[in-house]
Each structure stands twice: as structure tokens, then as C-alpha cells.
């Protein structure tokens, strides 16, 4: 089958094709190379070319399970969270992972914080962001891993769930708590403002 | 930068092959089978606790506790509620390995676990199984015995004219012999030994004399009230109607049933 071919198939039916031919794996990885960079840049701060070894190890994790594919789940849930299990279970071999919002992130967190009627946002001094970036960086890991999920990566509640292998009313429950506890360390530390 | 053909030309130098789809299906299907295993085990931990509740003591239970709440925690056989709660925690551990189990709210696991396990039970109780196990748990585990049978301990307490035994000699029309559970032989004293049957397990409340005799106010079967085993809708032919009709009038009848003599 030609790559031009290829290109106009679901990722379903690509992954089809590469349980008997490796060389369709190509059209996945270019589909999915650049979103799940990011997304393990996201979930780690090791260096460029370790970031690099995982992203490979991803997709070879990939291809091996291109039996495992779950038609009721979306196909970019299930490449997340072979991604984020990779990277969680790498880290944990080494070390705890660390937590990681970039400053880019940050500010598109910020900006859809805001935009958020929970949190109620208003940010008017340089300072009250920074403080808003520390309370984000103080958050615990697995409503940071939500948070990522939600408003950067832009995952609904559905995928989330199938992502962090998680009931749906939990991945509620734990952005409700994360809002929350961002909201509590804001008026805990505004009047130092 | 990591390109596409990178990672093929890595997949092919390595020599990685997809792994086969059967692989999956038996690792989900040996996850089921370990869960249904599991709820098999609930269901036989509820059949066994709702027999070893169901024939206590309710129909004397003012002997052992100031009311009925006391009497219930006294009753309750912990250790198969410690058995329930390990087995359970093994469902919804088991159940979240399903491939879609993640998904499942954990109070909808134990709800429906608990459920499912119930019906076993009473499937199981329908045929006795829970006296069953517990008999042949009793007969081959001494230790079992000390710490899931309370009743037969509370039942072992000749200095106040509580005891249980099997009756092995009816030598005169008012007196009877017992062996208790320690193997000691006593003498109980009644004023007819009417409805005492030689191989019989009894239990006695009486006073104990100064010759070591026990003279005896009531005595029961060790069997008590026990509640009838439920019936289900499978169970309707002629035979077996008949069978648990039969049963159920044995486990009533008079000589079974609440009290054998009284003072």
C-alpha cells in the first residue's frame, strides 16, 4: 500500500495494516511524534536526548501492543497513557519524578485558569502571577498530572479517565480538589502581596 | 530529532514483533476466572457466616448476654467477616485489572460484588454447602474451631450448668450421660428423658450439683432455631420439592426443635 494511501486511513485502520506491516508504523509516529514530545517534556524534566530515548521507547511500546488497541477507547487516549506509564515507570526505576510546568505552560495555564468560573482569577500585578506559578509548582503530582491533561493538553473528562486508567468521577473529583487547593494557597497568600 | 524512520529501522534492528493478540485474551481471561474464583470464595464466606449466625443461640440468648444487640456481636463470627473483607479487597483489586474496570466506580464493584456473592450464598445455603464447609473445616482445622466457633466455647461452662455434648447413654428414664467437647462424660439429671435420642447433640442449662451432676432446666438441640435454607426457582422439581420438604420438617420437628425438656 503507498504512503498517500496510508495517510487517508483512521489511525485504527493504520494500526490494523502495521500488525503485518512495520513500515505503515511510520504514518502513526509522524501523526503522534510532536504531540507526544510535548506531552513527555510535560510529564518530565530530564534532559533533551533522554526525552528523546523515551519518545522511541514509546513507539516501539506501541507497535508491540498494536494487538491490545481498544476500539472504545479514542486512539490518542491509549497512545497518552502508554506514554505517561512509560514515563512514570522509568522515572520510578531512577528516581520520584519531578514536577514540571514550563513557564510556556504556565501562561496557558494561567490564561485558561482565569477563564475558569471555579477559580475566579483576577490578576492584576506581576507578583499575584508569580504566586499563582508557585502555588501551580506546590501542587501534588497527581492533580498536577490532571491539570496537564485538562487545560494543556485539552483531554475531556472521558479521555483523562482512560488515560490515567482512572473512573470518570475521579478525574472530577481530583480537578475539583486541585482548583480548590490553588484557590487556598492564593487567599493564604495574597495579603503577602 | 527523533525521526520516523528511525524508529522503524530501531523496530527492525531489534527484531520487535507485535505481541501475539492471543497473549491479551488469556491474560484478560485469566483476570475473570481469578475474579470469579474470588466471588465463588465470597459467596462461600457469606454461606458459612449466615449458617454459623442463623443456628446460634437466639432462642436462649438472655443465658449469655444482657440483650439481643450484645448477643448479636457476641455471635458474629469475626473471623469470617476479617475473610470477607480480605476477599473482597481482592475483587475490586482483580476487577480494576479488567480491561475496562478502571472505568467502574469502586462503590458500583462492591455493591455489585457484594451482590452477586449474596445470591451465591444463598445458592450454596439452598444445599447446605455452608455447613458443609464449616463441618469439615471444623473437623480437620482444631484451631478453626477456637477461633470461629465461639458458640461451642459458650457452651463449655459446667461451673454454671452450661453445657453442650452428644448424648451417649440414656442409662435411667431421668438421666442421660453427654461427652462435651473436652471429651468429659456428665451426668444430667430431668425428669423425663423422653425426647433424648442416643447420638444427639444437646446443649443444657441447668445448675451442677455438689456430686458433679448436672441438674438440667432446659434442654435443647444443638441445632436451635435454625433458619430454613432458601428456595429458589431452580429447585422445583417434584424430588427436590419433596427432599427440602422433608427436610425442612425435620429440622422443625419437635424432637429437633427448641425445647427437648424443660423443667
Known sequence: ?193 | MTTSQDIIKEIKKEHVTPTPAWKYTMKEVGVWGAWSLGVLCLGAAFAITFFIVSSSDWDVYEVFAPNLVTFTLITIPYVWLFVTGGVAIYLIFTFRQTKRGYRVKTVTIIGSTIALSLVIAGVLQAYDIGEVIDTRLSNQIPQYTRIAHTRDMRWHNPEHGIIAGIVTDIPEPTIFMITDKEGNVWHIIVSSTQYIKAGKKVRIIGSIDEQGNIIAQKALSWQGNKLPAPQFFFMHSENERKNNALRNTIMTGPEQREIIYSQ
Open chain 1, 1 to 193: 500500500m503507498s504512503q498517500d494511501e496510508i495517510k487517508n486511513k483512521s489511525d485504527y485502520e493504520i494500526m490494523t495494516l502495521v500488525q503485518t506491516d512495520v513500515n505503515a508504523f511510520t504514518e502513526i509516529v509522524s501523526r503522534y511524534k510532536d504531540k507526544l514530545k510535548r506531552y513527555i517534556h510535560r510529564l518530565t524534566n530530564v534532559s533533551h536526548e533522554e526525552q528523546e530515548d523515551l519518545l522511541q521507547e514509546v513507539f516501539i511500546k506501541v507497535y508491540k501492543n498494536s494487538y491490545n488497541i481498544d476500539p472504545s477507547l479514542s486512539f490518542s487516549a491509549w497512545m497518552y497513557r502508554i506514554t505517561y506509564n512509560h514515563v512514570i515507570s522509568s522515572h520510578r526505576k531512577k528516581c520520584a519524578r519531578p514536577s514540571v510546568i514550563s513557564w510556556d505552560d504556565k501562561e496557558t495555564l494561567l490564561n485558561k485558569l482565569k477563564a475558569d468560573e471555579d477559580v475566579h482569577l483576577a490578576i492584576e500585578k506581576k507578583e499575584q502571577q508569580a504566586m499563582i506559578y508557585n502555588a501551580i509548582d506546590k501542587l501534588n503530582i497527581k492533580y498536577k498530572d490532571i491539570i496537564l491533561l485538562k487545560y494543556i493538553e485539552e483531554k475531556n473528562y472521558e479521555e483523562i479517565a482512560d488515560i490515567l486508567k482512572i473512573p470518570p468521577g475521579t478525574v472530577a473529583t481530583r480537578l475539583h480538589r486541585a482548583k480548590k487547593s490553588l484557590k487556598k494557597y492564593i487567599e493564604k497568600h495574597e495579603h503577602h502581596i
